[in-house]
């Protein structure tokens, strides 16, 4: 569960806000899907409540936690995987598997339980020995991927997750995101992907300059939008038509 | 020629960041405080400098004694070439390869001379600097005690920055001849090994000059210092020519040895541009392609690494391990930190291995009454080197980009923080080993090599935790090359200057100690129990201020 209350970002001294009075709550169980344009403010409200970025008013609960009074406790529950994701570059990929489990204190039995699979399901067995400097983009994205699944968070928040990938692991992410929230825990992702909102999405949001326009599930959006549209209209003319500048 | 205009211009502003800062003061006026901040360091430095100065006056005086006031003009010129071409490797070989930024010049349609004389100069103007600061006063020491005329100070003024000039461009040869040769057989790993072995060579080589027969015989302490000189003076003109000419071109009449030693200067250095230019057209791009491969060995996972999955650790263990890993995994964090300090150990150590030097040695100890200076000169060059290699000082700005990582995991700021001080410390363990080693060499008997070791671990457990907190305030993650973000620091020039006062104040009331005469022991237990509380207090400080300044910082 993830609960936004009010978030604003400011960075530094620009003119305008980043995220702009955000409101939000994705349930337990649920795939979210967050959309906008480039700038609107997307990355910037992930890094909020994974506590990267300290938003400059608002609050944010991650599973009941409050990330900004507890957060030591809202991150033990928090799998991120970032945009561009860029792990240690000079760790090996297992090395840098190994340093996260060991941070998130993953029990012996379930990192051999675990990893063996998820390590072939990503077709990461051969290059998880070496430097991750050496990896290319959509591996450096697989082992962060391999990272966060290994200790099974119940919020799991991925930024813009398909960039990169090839088909096979883009169809096997959507795959494990389905099956991460069947099991009663949270998914939420940017995309710009919109068919793959469209379809694996239980809700999305799209935002706009840092404010929130449409909310709710694929239906609500269409009705949202009155009369002239039509239930054949695709998530893409909707959002072409929300986030249209006036 | 306008393409290298443009390339010059690129690499000053990039290399100095000068956009950035115009960008940043100029223009947007943020963080006004970082430039007050740097005349803050400014001021603190400036009592060294003064002490500097009134050093050379002093050498000065004593070798006008004996009328040799010239060898010290020439061992200036010495300094300057020995710094260049010392720390001036690691640097060139970081600038022009390591860094990787020449690689997004291979597509431009730019010529490799171009290329390569634009990152000279930066290279060039980068080493300049600290020789204006520390050598260049030296020169004006002289002129004003020697009441030297306007032709001296205009000599100075040009010669000045060329002095660092042939060192650099033996030292890029060299560099591009390494990369080359490792870059044929693709054996990048072998490569960093090849430049620390070339590295040490480089200084045995200007050690063994500073060995050899400098005592005749054990005569008088005065006569042998007379001696020294003496033979100090013929082995810098045999090894140094270069520092004759200088020296003549400065002092001598103008139309007589003057005249010389401008024609042969001049001409050497532009003799020596030429041919790197020349060999450079051809050697530099080759050795970048490919700058950034790894060996790949893509061996199956096997179940041997099952294993290894299965030993879960504490996440302490976990934070140590990744700050060594990724420290001595990143050749450019260590060939311009800890690097030159443990050759400038070992150099020192070799300064022992010959007889004649050995009779100093037993000169100082026969007039030695007791060791407690060793203990405490010792104790002071610890903090000294380990605030120099800046392991601490830039430990949470080595993490650049990746610092949103340690936002993100769920561990306690303060561990983190451990993690990076035990780090540290164990790199200021070895340098104080290896130093205990070198004193060993000397004589220095083994309790006061004990004791220097005690006090200096604590003293440099102190410095750690300075420079994890100096480097918490005011952290440099936007880095892009990872030698900025150990060299490029306010917090590492902060830390060297606040290691400065603090060395001074405890020096201070140690002489004052001496001075009432307490018992040496009695000395060296107070100040031990008192160091182990100032630790404890620093390192609940440093959490507090670090717990404090990681909810801001953002990478
Ligand atoms: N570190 C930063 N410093 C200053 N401004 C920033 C910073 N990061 C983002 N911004 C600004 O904040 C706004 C929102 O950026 P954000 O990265 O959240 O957008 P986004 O929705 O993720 O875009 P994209 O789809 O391109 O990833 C933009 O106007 C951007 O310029
Ligand atoms: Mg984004």
């Keep these: 569960m993830i609960r936004l209350q009010n978030i604003s970002k400011r960075y530094g001294n620009s003119p305008h806000k980043a995220v702009d009075q955000l409101n939000l709550e994705v349930a337990s169980g649920e795939i979210f899907g967050f959309l906008g344009p480039n700038g609107a403010g997307k990355t910037t409200t992930i890094k909020m409540i994974t506590g990267i970025v300290k938003p400059d008013e608002g609050e944010i609960e991650v599973d009941g936690v409050s990330v900004l009074k507890d957060p030591l406790e809202a991150k033990k529950r928090i799998g991120y995987v970032p945009d561009g994701a860029a792990p240690f570059e000079k760790l090996t990929g297992m090395e840098y598997i190994q340093f996260m489990a060991d941070i998130y204190q993953v029990p012996t039995e379930e990192r051999v339980d675990r990893l063996p699979k998820l390590l072939s399901q990503f077709k990461m067995e051969e290059a998880v020995g070496d430097l991750i400097q050496s990896y290319s983009r959509g591996m450096k994205q697989k082992i962060t991927l391999i990272a966060t699944l290994l200790y099974q968070p119940s919020v799991w928040i991925l930024d813009e997750p398909m960039v990169g990938l090839d088909p096979q692991s883009a169809h096997l992410l959507k795959e494990q995101m389905r099956e991460h929230s069947d099991a009663g825990n949270t998914v939420f992702f940017s995309t710009h992907v919109l068919e793959v909102a469209e379809r694996l999405c239980d809700r999305l949001a799209i935002i706009h300059k840092g404010r929130v326009i449409a909310y709710g599930t694929l239906e609500d959006l269409r009705k949202g939008k009155g009369d002239g549209v039509t239930d054949e209209e695709t998530l893409e003319k909707l959002f072409l038509e929300l986030t249209e500048e006036t | ?555």
């Design chain 2, 1 to 555: 020629m306008k393409s290298l205009w443009a390339m010059i211009r690129l690499t000053l502003l990039t290399q100095f960041h000068l956009s950035v800062y115009r960008h940043r003061y100029l223009v947007r006026k943020e963080k006004l405080w970082q430039p007050l901040l740097f005349f803050l360091i400014l001021l603190l430095l400036l009592p060294v400098l003064v002490m500097m100065i009134g050093g050379y006056g002093a050498l000065y005086y004593g070798l006008s004694h004996i009328n040799q006031e010239t060898l010290l003009l020439q061992f200036f010129v010495v300094a300057a070439q020995v710094t260049a071409l010392f720390f001036g490797f690691f640097f060139v070989i970081s600038n022009l390869y390591l860094s990787g930024e020449i690689e997004s010049l291979l597509p431009l349609p730019v010529t490799p001379r171009q290329v390569l004389i634009a990152r000279f100069i930066g290279i060039w103007i980068s080493e300049l600097l600290p020789l204006l600061v520390m050598i260049f006063p030296g020169f004006i020491v002289y002129g004003v005690l020697s009441s030297a005329g306007m032709t001296y100070y205009l000599g100075v003024i040009l010669l000045f920055p060329l002095l660092p000039l042939f060192p650099l461009v033996l030292v890029t040869i060299l560099s591009m001849l390494i990369m080359r040769i490792s870059n044929v057989k693709k054996h990048r790993d072998l490569l960093q090994a090849v430049g620390l072995i070339v590295g040490v060579a480089i200084f045995i080589v200007v050690q063994i000059f500073f060995r050899g027969d400098w005592v005749e015989e054990n005569s008088s302490a005065l006569e042998m210092i007379q001696e020294v000189l003496i033979s100090f003076q013929s082995k810098l003109t045999t090894w140094f020519p270069q520092s004759v000419w200088v020296v003549d071109a400065l002092t001598a009449p103008a139309f007589q040895e003057g005249l010389l030693g401008w024609g042969l200067f001049l001409g050497l250095n532009l003799l020596s541009l030429w041919l790197m230019i020349t060999v450079g057209k051809s050697l530099l791009y080759p050795g970048v392609v490919g700058g950034n491969e790894v060996s790949s060995r893509r061996r199956v996972w096997k179940s041997r690494r099952q294993v290894q999955i299965g030993s879960a650790r504490s996440p302490l263990s976990a934070l140590f391990k990744r700050e060594w890993k990724l420290y001595f995994r990143t050749p450019m964090f260590f060939l311009n930190g800890i690097a030159p300090i443990i050759m400038l150990i070992g150099a020192s150590g070799a300064f022992t291995f010959t007889d004649n030097d050995k009779e100093i040695v037993s000169f100082l100890t026969d007039t030695s009454v007791t060791w407690d200076p060793a203990v405490w000169i010792g104790a002071s060059m610890v903090i000294f080197l380990s605030s120099f290699t800046s392991v601490s000082s830039s430990s949470i700005s080595r993490e650049g980009k990746q610092f949103y990582i340690s936002k993100l995991i769920p561990v306690p700021v303060a561990l983190m923080i451990r993690a990076k001080w035990l780090f540290s410390l164990s790199i200021s363990i070895f340098l104080i080993v290896l130093l205990g080693i070198v004193f060993g060499f000397f004589g220095v008997p083994l309790s006061s090599i004990l004791w220097m070791v005690l006090i200096g671990v604590c003293l440099a457990s102190i410095c750690n935790l300075c420079g994890i907190m100096l480097d918490a305030l005011i952290p440099n993650l936007k880095w892009t090359n990872p030698q900025e973000a150990v060299n490029k620091s306010y917090a590492g020039l902060l830390l060297v200057g606040l290691v400065g006062i603090v060395a001074g104040i405890l020096a201070g009331m140690i002489a004052i100690a001496y001075y009432f005469g307490l018992p040496s022991l009695l000395i060296k237990l107070i100040t031990l129990l008192l160091l182990l509380g100032v630790n404890w207090g620093v390192l609940k400080g440093t959490e507090a201020v670090a717990r404090k300044r990681y909810e801001y910082i953002e990478a």
